[in-house]
């Protein structure tokens, strides 16, 4: 059994094996959010036997997102694939694991299961699952709030960032905000994600009541990928009013008439009132993503 990386020139070879985001890796290659010594093997003469990957930006891997095995036979395999590899690529210990499955996949978990078999025996555990929406053309567009008027987010943007984080839902923030002041999560989240944003900033959009007073914000935009509702929150003392149908009717409205093909947006599954906006919005669950880390 050979375990390597592979060449700028096999990237067909790593795609034998199927997954949803073989057609994004191309790109992703070109653009430098992979790079070919990110992208390992285990080749048994010619065939493949099992693949890993990683993603992220300025040359760091920040993300596990492929593990594939050829057959729940191979878990072995795929186990000491992952661990050379992740010894060469992420030495200092391994970033976070997503996997994309269907909607359904807890019915039918096997195919899951078998690389999270592979993780566990790496020391992964499971932390998290998430739903994966989508909004179509040819949806209803969400009808506005009449209780709220919108303006582009300004100079404040981290403030009301910082006050929404009392009280999330959100898995990720929890777990920052065990380590690091509210304010610190909210310029993080902003410099890590949302200012590598190239669409327009007005599109970032600060809901307020007649009043004036804020009560949320959507943050509109395009990642690299498709167009999406990269964040949604409602300040803690305005929570339980159905403020959020509002908000992100706002933000579907930004991106419809930017003639986005399809919006994609994401939320915990144990958020149960942001997943019910998103339903009410219709936004349909297409996905979820399956989350392991490690200690």
Known sequence: MIFRPITAAELTLFNRLPYVLNHELADDLADGRRHPEWLWVALDDDRLVARVAWWGRDRIPTLLDILDLASPADIGTA?????????AVVPAGSPEYVRFAPPDWRTAPADVESRMAVLAATGASFTLERLRLEWRPGTPVPPPDDRLTFAPAGADLIALLTRILDG??????RDDLASMSAHEVATQQYEDEFARYDTPRDWWRVGHRA????????IAARNAYNPVIAYLGVLPEHRGHGYANGILAEGT??????DAPRIRASTDVGNEPMARAFAKAGYVNFE????MTWD
């Open 253 to 258: 409205r930004v991106l419809a008439e930017a």
């Open 211 to 218: 009043d004036g007073e804020p009560v949320g914000l959507v």
């Open 288 to 291: 979820r993503t399956v989350t």
């Open 168 to 173: 999330t839902l959100d898995a990720h923030s």
């Open 79 to 87: 186990t000491e694939l992952v661990t050379r590899a992740a010894a």
